[in-house]
């Protein structure tokens, strides 16, 4: 099947292209500028598999005219909470508008194909201690301007599908990690760390905010083939958790980053470094998605963690 992914040059379009390719589906993708884009250079893309633009610029229905995708993958989006909290009127141009724009131009001309809409766990918002793990029924409640972006495109991608009878999927997937990760995020961010201490680059004390927080990882490897199994065999109109189920505090992924470390390290409080806004624990459900695809995590949060520093290690070498 030929699948059109957005947001391919992200963190995790890679991984999604690198699974879809193993599915054996055609993959192209909308890029914004003229690369390189080192993390896809490794994967059997055709030349033409690449087609500059922007969501936001009209053409994008012209794309999907001329590709005629059986399937979209909607990966595209401002994925960093704190930047969304800056600037929230960008937050929903870029996640609701986005949105919109993939809907309208598959609604016009790809209106069979298969639409997977991917937001967050973030439309949830806080959830109560015993109403946890959070399922596909508790309510959106978000409590961040990203949160309420992410809801609004949910909530958009279902009316649409209602509405004009498109096949769309939703995934919510909760916090995840790998090779190739902003250093904004935590796993990152922490890894980074690690390995600047280790080149003897940063003093060997690592700086953390609120580490009481408790998330639920995911390795992207897991998050990607979760997708995939989406688009295959997820049911049109519901919305999907992509999660390990398990919750892990922000202490505990110190606590194994440090045993992966090749130095010893002291662990430091840094104000600057608390968010604004921290739902305390986010776990989630993965029941639905391993009924309807057969799809469950596999990997070890200890072991992307491993690859993550890993992955910093090199960075930095280079």
């Not at 087609?51 to 053409?59: C, I, S, T, Y």
């Not at 639409?115 to 959106?140: K, Q």
């Not at 940063?202 to 995939?228: K, M």
Request: proline share 7%.
């Amino acid at each position: 099947m030929r699948v059109l992914v957005t947001g391919i040059t992200g963190f995790a379009g890679p991984v999604v292209a690198a699974a879809l390719l193993e599915a054996g589906h055609e993959v192209h993708g909308l890029v914004r500028g003229a690369g390189p884009w080192p993390r896809l250079g490794a994967l059997p893309l055709a030349p033409d598999a690449f087609h500059r633009g922007d969501l936001a610029d009209g053409r994008f229905p012209d794309l999907v005219r001329a590709l005629a995708p059986g399937a979209l993958v909607h990966l595209a989006g401002l994925s960093f909470a704190p930047a969304a909290e800056r600037d929230p009127a960008s937050a929903y141009r870029t996640n609701l508008g986005g949105t919109l724009a993939v809907l309208a131009a598959a609604r016009a001309h790809a209106p069979r194909a298969r639409l997977l809409v991917v937001t967050s766990s973030d439309v949830y918002g806080e959830v109560r201690a015993e109403d946890l793990p959070i399922v596909e029924e508790t309510p959106l409640r978000p409590v961040s301007v990203y949160g309420a972006s992410k809801a609004a495109a949910d909530i958009a991608a279902a009316q649409w599908a209602r509405a004009y009878g498109l096949d769309v999927v939703r995934a919510r997937p909760f916090n995840h990690a790998g090779p190739g990760q902003d250093a904004a995020f935590v796993c990152s961010a922490l890894a980074r760390q690690l390995a600047l201490i280790e080149a003897g680059r940063q003093e060997p004390v690592l700086r953390v905010g609120n580490v009481d927080p408790v998330r639920d990882f995911s390795d992207v490897r897991d998050i990607a083939a979760g997708y995939v199994a989406l688009l295959e065999r997820g049911r049109a109109g519901a919305a999907y958790n992509v999660c390990s189920g398990e919750g892990t505090s922000i202490a505990e992924v110190i606590a194994v980053l440090r045993g992966h470390a090749r130095v010893p390290v002291r662990v430091q409080s840094d104000p600057a470094l608390r968010r604004a806004v921290d739902v305390p624990r986010v776990v989630g459900s993965h029941a639905r998605i391993a009924a309807d695809t057969g799809w469950r995590p596999r990997i070890a949060l200890a072991d992307t963690l491993a690859t993550v520093l890993d992955d910093w290690r090199r960075r930095l070498a280079s």
